[in-house]
């Protein structure tokens, strides 16, 4: 099956107002942070018409992909969604 086949079967719990990851006011994103508009699985990274990256943060898979590939320039603030909220994956 295809991966976004795959992936609707996991549910998405949003944990409202309380983002789990936050991309840091910038102008000109690094590299890196702009790869996210393609390395992301879930597709949460979009450039804006503008120029900057926008993170939505709802259907993140918690893959941790965007805090590696950011972590030296720190543009990223990305912590585990609370307890309860955030991807529930669906086994077998
Ligand atoms: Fe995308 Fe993974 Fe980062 Fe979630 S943790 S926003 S799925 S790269």
Sequence with gaps: AKVEEKLFQNRYLVDAGRPHIKVKAH????A???AMTTLCPAGCYTQT???QV???ADGCLECGTCRIVTRKT???EW???RGGFGVLYKFG
């Design 27 to 30: 102008t000109t994103p690094s």
């Design 79 to 81: 912590n585990y969604p």
């Design 54 to 56: 926008e993170v939505a």
């Design 49 to 51: 018409e503008s120029g």
């Design 74 to 76: 720190g543009e990223i």
């Design 32 to 34: 890196s942070l702009l």
